[in-house]
């Protein structure tokens, strides 16, 4: 999306895991540990929480272990089981549509 990946030097990535947890009434696994990561040749450590239930993932943040204002999330906060209809991934008619009548 335009911006520039950094690299993670092999064996820097370095998660532990947290096994017994629980999100969105679903048992998962939290990882959590600091990544170091080379941009335009300057390192940052990045700090890291994931929470897994396979083969979702429920949780991610990251952010810069110097600047924490620096970061980054994504997290599911519903899940509703079943089946998936046209209706339920159909984004509403704007106004004046015709389809929308």
């Known amino acids: 999306m335009g ?4 690299t993670v030097p092999p064996g820097q990535a370095a998660l532990s895991a947290l096994l017994g947890a ?7 696994t939290e990882y959590r540990g600091q990544v170091g990561v080379t941009e335009d040749g300057e390192p ?3 700090s890291i929480t994931r929470v897994i239930a ?3 993932l429920l949780f991610e943040h ?3 272990s ?5 970061s980054y999330t994504r997290e599911i906060l519903s899940i509703e089981e ?3 209809t046209d209706a ?3 984004p509403p008619a704007a106004p004046g549509d015709p389809r929308g009548s």
């Open 3 to 6: 911006g520039r990946q950094g």
């Open 22 to 28: 629980s999100r969105l009434g679903r048992s998962s």
């Open 44 to 46: 940052y450590e990045n």
């Open 54 to 56: 396979p083969p979702l």
């Open 62 to 64: 990251a952010h810069d």
């Open 66 to 70: 110097v600047t924490p204002t620096l």
């Open 82 to 84: 079943g089946t998936v």
């Open 88 to 90: 339920d991934v159909t």
